[in-house]
Every structure is written in structure tokens, then in C-alpha cells.
Nanobody, 122 residues
Framework: QVQLVESGGGLVQPGGSLRLSCAAS????????MGWVRQAPGKGREWVSG????????YYADSVKGRLTISRDGAKNTLYLKMNSLNPEDTAVYYCTKDYGAIATMAQYDYWGQGTQVTVSS
């Protein structure tokens, strides 16, 4: 069965950095686009970033463009999200998602992980 397991979250000061990882199993990782969504306290789920199956095309929400970088390693079946210049508005639970097909879409996914908490605070 499809499993997505996120890791790498934690507490970081404003301006700091984190790298999230998502270990994928139960499907052919290289055939599917992947992405990240987040949910802040008291708010709905927000699409953050997506990457096509081959890794050649990436997409970002305007709120994170220039600060976050999505990437994938097919040999390790792992998705990453490098987060720089973090601010308190980035505080949320971050979820790894698997898209329905090879082309990344904005939050049209069929599986997601259990999430990892990112807290940005001084």
C-alpha cells in the first residue's frame, strides 16, 4: 500500500532553515508527480509546492517562491523540501502528497502522509 512518511520538522528561529524529507513506498515513485501542502493552526490546507515525475519542472505558491525548493531523489524514493528564510507565517504541519499522474497539479492528490510540524518562533 502507498506510504508517505515525512520527517525533518522542528522548531526554528525566524530567518532559519529546515529540510523536510518524505520517504515514499508502495508505488512506482518515478511515475508520479509529488508535492507538499501545509495546514496552519485554525486554517485550511494550503498547497505549497509540486514537482513533476521526472523532476524537471517545479511549482510554488507565491507565498513561498524564492524561499522554498522542492526536489526528489528517484534512487532513494524520497521527496525533499528545503526551506530558507523561514518566518512565523510558515508555522504549520507540512504534508507530503502523491499526485494522480505524472504532471504536478495544485493540490489534486490521492495520498498524503501523517505530516511533520514546523514551528517558526523566537
Amino acid at each position: 500500500q502507498v506510504q508517505l512518511v515525512e520527517s525533518g520538522g522542528g522548531l526554528v528561529q525566524p530567518g532559519g532553515s529546515l529540510r523536510l524529507s518524505c520517504a515514499a513506498s508502495g508505488f512506482t515513485f518515478g511515475n508520479y508527480a509529488m508535492g507538499w501542502v501545509r495546514q496552519a493552526p485554525g486554517k485550511g490546507r494550503e498547497w505549497v509546492s509540486g514537482i513533476n515525475s521526472g523532476g524537471g519542472s517545479t511549482y510554488y505558491a507565491d507565498s513561498v517562491k524564492g524561499r522554498l525548493t522542492i526536489s526528489r531523489d528517484g534512487a532513494k524514493n524520497t521527496l525533499y523540501l528545503k526551506m530558507n528564510s523561514l518566518n512565523p507565517e510558515d508555522t504549520a504541519v507540512y504534508y507530503c502528497t502523491k499526485d494522480y499522474g505524472a504532471i504536478a497539479t495544485m493540490a489534486q492528490y490521492d495520498y498524503w502522509g501523517q505530516g511533520t510540524q514546523v514551528t517558526v518562533s523566537s
